[in-house]
């Protein structure tokens, strides 16, 4: 084939807002499996951080008022008690209360429109705000479990009213159970055809499986204080109540570490799945003029909002109207498989031409 002299390229950049229906040949690529969910559900709602999440707003919501009505009622039998158990979990649903109110500040910021200090939008304050609640777990719910625990073993004394106590974790149960099932039944919901763990991994929203985890780990609380409350009692030995104590800690350094080790890949900058960066490509390798892909990058601005910036080589012998052609022809066709794909930036450069920070593709 012969090389014509290569006329000057314009990198191309697209409209944000453009669709356009993709031709026939490509109506059967579907997007990789369970990747659309969230983009279904942005459809639906219209647009809008809290709008979209429609569904992440009631989980937090009855989150919310089963936590006030739970830790008004453990700081009672706390007081009454001293069970050292039953202070670590009021201290735990003060903590989720606060987490939750976080969760919705947190919404609320994401939903700000871009602007010029920040042309890419709020989205990563989400993200944010779950690193804040992991470390909240971790600070305030964790360590309190810890003191109280150590406490309770190096000056033990037997709880007093235990009937209290069990009156109280065993409401506790029946509220965080029903808490449990509302964001249980939307993460289900959102998950789509995913397994649960691959939903977590994959998940760019990170408000419904929060909820989740610390309903999880409230439960799981309950059920240890419940037990070492019980034991105490029983075996007569009040230190197993402070056992108990050590134990809900333990729980809730692990929440918030998972918490803290998923919100943390989110905000420093998460690409999209392999298979949907695979997918962009080939996209972009079968549009018309384009011999190759240098790179294609991907970055997550919070969970319906996605950049993706390609740098393609394109045939010598297209002229600069048949680049740009091209680039709009690519820019439509990601954004239709893709909707969470709002931005799209193409680069039109020889691949052969040395690049100083070129990533392989």
């Not at 989720?96 to 010029?116: I, V």
């Not at 499986?209 to 609380?221: M, P």
């Not at 240890?224 to 109540?241: H, S, T, V």
């Not at 091209?326 to 930036?345: D, G, L, M, N």
């Amino acid at each position: 084939m012969r090389s014509h002299p290569r006329r000057p390229q314009q990198a191309a950049t697209s409209a944000i807002g453009a669709k356009a229906v993709p031709p026939k040949s490509d109506r059967r690529q579907r997007p990789p499996r369970g990747y659309n969910i969230a983009a279904k559900q942005r459809r639906r709602s219209g647009g809008g951080i809290v709008a979209e999440h429609s569904g992440s707003l009631r989980v937090i919501i009855a989150a919310i008022a089963g936590n006030v009505a739970i830790a008004i009622c453990k700081f009672g039998a706390a007081l009454v008690t001293g069970s050292a158990a039953m202070y670590s979990e009021a201290i735990h649903s003060t903590v989720d209360t606060g987490n939750e109110l976080l969760l919705l500040f947190g919404m609320r910021r994401a939903d700000k429109p871009p602007d010029a200090e920040h042309p890419f939008g709020y989205g990563l304050q989400l993200y944010f705000w779950v690193f804040v609640v992991a470390v909240m777990i971790f600070g305030l719910g964790a360590l309190v479990a810890f003191y109280e625990g150590v406490e309770k073993i190096l000056h033990a004394e037997p709880a007093r009213y235990v009937v209290v106590n069990y009156i109280v974790l065993g409401a506790s149960l029946v509220f965080e159970a029903g808490s449990w099932f509302v964001a249980f039944r939307e993460f289900r919901h959102q998950r789509g055809r995913l397994g649960w763990l691959e939903a977590v991994r994959r998940s760019k929203d990170p408000t419904v499986f929060t909820v989740l985890f610390e309903d999880s780990a409230a439960l799981i609380g309950l059920v240890i204080a419940l037990i070492g409350i019980a034991l105490a009692e029983i075996l007569e030995m009040p230190r197993l109540d402070g056992i108990a104590s050590l134990g809900i800690g333990v729980v809730l350094a692990a929440t918030a570490a998972f918490l803290a080790y998923e919100s943390q890949s989110l905000l420093t900058g998460e690409a999209v799945h392999p298979e949907v960066r695979a997918e962009i490509e080939r996209i972009a390798k079968t549009a018309p003029g384009v011999v190759g892909t240098n790179q294609v990058l991907t970055m997550h601005f919070g969970p319906h909002e996605v950049l993706a910036a390609l740098s393609l080589d394109f045939d010598d012998r297209r002229s600069a109207a048949d680049v740009e052609a091209a680039v709009s022809r690519i820019e439509r066709e990601i954004k239709a498989a893709f909707p969470e794909v709002t931005r799209v930036f193409v680069e039109a450069k020889d691949r052969n031409a040395p690049s100083q920070t070129e990533t392989p593709v």
